[in-house]
C-alpha cells in the first residue's frame, strides 16, 4: 500500500500567449477550477497506476474543499486519513503559456495544519511505501517518516516545492525525486558546485547514502543507486502542459515499487506516466 501525506489544492489554471514577467499584466481567455495539490496529484496518480493508495493531509471546511477531492472519490483513494481543519482549501494559482511551461504560486491554507498523527489511521509495515511532497510543513513530514521507518517502510521524497532537505528528514529517505531545477538547489545547499543535473543527483546520492532520481523534461529522467546509474528517456511527445507532469512521474514510479517491479523498470514506468500527462492540459484529469 502506498500512502501518501501531502498537499490538497483546487487549482485555478489560464492559458496566455506568455507567461507574466514582474510588474507586467497579461489577459487570458477563461480560467477553470480543478482539484490539484501535489500529494493529490500524486495519490491520484498511484491509483490509477494500479496501487492501493490512502492520502494523509487537510482540506478546508468549505466548498473548495468538495471540489479538491472530487477525483480522488471517484478513484477510490482512501481519505479517512484527510482532515477537515478551520484553515481555507489549499489554492494554486497556475498559468500555463502556449509552449505548456507553466508558473505556480501555491496559497498553503489547510496544507500547513497537515499533521503526522493522521497516519496511525492506518496500519504500515515493511510493505508501505510512504510518499511526500514538500507542500507540507516539514517538522511533519519528519514525524511521519520516522513513524514510517520503525515499521520497516519505505520513504520517498519529492523535493517539489525546491528547498534545502534538513539533516534529520535526510537520515530517514529512501528515494529523493528532484527535477533539474530542485536538484540544483539540493546541492548547492550542501556545497556541490556543479551545473550538471544528473552529476547533482550522483553527488547528494553518495553524500546522503539514498538513491535519488532527477527528472530532466524532454531528456526523461536519470536515476542513481548504489552507485550504478539508470537511464529511461521520454516518450517523442508534442507538449501541451507540462503541469503535474512531475506528480505523474512519482505516483507510476510508486506503484510500480508498490507491484514489486524493480527501480529500473519503476523508473520506465513514471517516465511513461509523466510524457502522457504533458500531451493534454490540466492537472488532476489528465494524470493516468
Not at 36 to 45: D, I, M, S, T, V
Amino acid at each position: 500500500m502506498i500512502i501518501v501525506f501531502g498537499s490538497v489544492n483546487v487549482d485555478f489554471v489560464t492559458r496566455v500567449d506568455a507567461i507574466p514577467r514582474p510588474g507586467e499584466t497579461v489577459l487570458g481567455p477563461f480560467y477553470d477550477v480543478i482539484p490539484g495539490g501535489k500529494g493529490a496529484n500524486q495519490a491520484l496518480a498511484a491509483r490509477r497506476a494500479g496501487a492501493d493508495v490512502a492520502l494523509a493531509g487537510a482540506v478546508g471546511r468549505d466548498p473548495f474543499a468538495d471540489i479538491a477531492l472530487t477525483l480522488l472519490k471517484h478513484e477510490d483513494v482512501d481519505l479517512s486519513a484527510t482532515e477537515k481543519v478551520d484553515a481555507p482549501t489549499g489554492a494554486a494559482f497556475i498559468t500555463v503559456d502556449a509552449k505548456g511551461e507553466n508558473a505556480i504560486t501555491v496559497a498553503s491554507g489547510a496544507n500547513a495544519e497537515a499533521r503526522a498523527t493522521s497516519l496511525a489511521k492506518h496500519t504500515i509495515n515493511d510493505k508501505t511505501i510512504l510518499l511526500m511532497q514538500r507542500e507540507v510543513p516539514e517538522r511533519e513530514q519528519i514525524i511521519a517518516a520516522r513513524m514510517a521507518k520503525q515499521k520497516g517502510a519505505r520513504v520517498i521524497l519529492n523535493v517539489a516545492p525546491a528547498g534545502a532537505i534538513a539533516d534529520e528528514l535526510a537520515a530517514l529517505i529512501d528515494v529523493l525525486i528532484m527535477n533539474e531545477h530542485e536538484a540544483a538547489v539540493v546541492a548547492y545547499g550542501m556545497g556541490f558546485p556543479t551545473d550538471v543535473p544528473e552529476t547533482h543527483a550522483r553527488m547528494i546520492a553518495e553524500a546522503r547514502k539514498l538513491t535519488t532520481i532527477v527528472t530532466l523534461g524532454a531528456e526523461g529522467a536519470v536515476g542513481w543507486t548504489d552507485g550504478v546509474r539508470r537511464h529511461i528517456p521520454a516518450f517523442p511527445i508534442d507538449v501541451v502542459d507540462t503541469t503535474a507532469a512531475g506528480d505523474a512521474f512519482c505516483g507510476a514510479f510508486a506503484a510500480a515499487l508498490d507491484r514489486g517491479f524493480g527501480f529500473t523498470s519503476a523508473l520506465a514506468h513514471g517516465v511513461a506516466a509523466g510524457s502522457l500527462t504533458c500531451t493534454k492540459a490540466g492537472a488532476q484529469p489528465k494524470i493516468g
